[in-house]
């Protein structure tokens, strides 16, 4: 008579476990960095009396009035200078910065990477070093709380980078393709527009998202050489800190607010975004 064998229960891989740890740190460590966030937003909803407790206020009746003071504090007008400066800037750096990376890249000068190192050297400059000159020189030319002074530091601010970053994803485009063209008798212009952006499309969006975010960002031009009519968002966040003391509620509606634009725009090119910044990556 034959022993009746039973099966054993199958042991869980080793990998699984050490699978499941490693997903477990992961989303500790995004919670970690994303936790600021969180708290941000959920300080806009309360009121300033709950703001700045301690302990902290945990649990509160949520409310919309901090975002209605900051509508009712001139908001619109802010974030309409901050969308001009934006995307005026960023259209100048792709239209200067397309043609100097295609320059750099298929039909590259003597000494290409001087030209490269000139280019990212400017951004090695303290910014605090030249306000003075900007002021005086904007100044002097009644460009003073003016957006259009913003536009033009901001395009220079960022064409640098664009510049590095357009060169880049020229040069992951396949020679073949723009050869082929060339014997089909197609004009500089017709193979940067019609065979060459469209390859590189996510690249074009990655340097503009990258482009609007620094500009969008930026504060201390903006605090500097603009008072009333040019005023940016950044700068309106400023005006919580007061004498009368810190408006944690108010300036935690107020930021939520003037960041959801950038959020929106970035979550909606989310895919172009990783397909430009890992072009390259993988052969």
């Given at each position: ?21 490693l997903t ?28 700045a ?56 000068v ?25 002021y ?11 957006v ?17 970053m ?29 065979v ?27 605090v500097?050489?603009?008072a ?51 072009m390259?990556?993988?052969?």
């Amino acid at each position: 008579m034959t022993a009746v064998s039973t099966p054993r229960p199958a042991r869980r891989p080793r990998g699984s476990a050490r699978g499941a740890a490693l997903t477990a740190a992961t989303w500790a460590i995004a919670l970690l960095f994303v936790s600021p966030v969180l708290w941000l937003v959920l300080t806009a909803f309360k009121e300033e009396n709950q703001a700045a407790t301690d302990p902290p206020t945990l649990f509160f009746q949520p409310t919309l009035d901090r975002f209605t003071a900051v509508l009712g504090a001139d908001f619109l007008p802010y974030a309409g200078n901050s969308l001009i400066a934006t995307v005026a800037s960023t259209v100048l750096v792709l239209v200067l910065g397309l043609p100097a990376a295609y320059a750099l890249s298929v039909a590259p000068v003597k000494r290409t990477q001087d030209v490269l190192f000139f280019f990212i050297s400017t951004k090695m400059l303290p910014v605090v070093a030249v306000v003075v000159p900007i002021y005086v020189a904007a100044s002097w030319l009644s460009m003073l709380d003016n957006v259009w002074t913003l536009v033009v530091l901001y395009t220079a601010m960022n064409l640098p980078i664009a510049v590095w970053m357009l060169r880049s994803f020229f040069l992951e485009v396949p020679g073949a393709i723009v050869e082929a063209a060339r014997v089909e008798g197609a004009g500089l212009p017709r193979i940067l527009w019609s065979v060459m952006l469209p390859v590189m499309a996510p690249g074009i969006a990655a340097t503009a998202l990258i482009c609007t975010i620094f500009a969008w960002n930026e504060f201390f031009f903006a605090v500097n050489l603009t008072a009333a009519q040019a005023a940016t968002v950044p700068v309106f966040l400023t005006g919580f800190i007061t004498s009368e003391g810190l408006f944690v509620a108010q300036l935690s509606a107020a930021a939520v607010m003037a960041s959801l634009p950038i959020v929106v725009v970035g979550w909606t090119a989310q895919r172009q975004l990783v397909r430009g910044l890992s072009m390259g990556a993988v052969k």
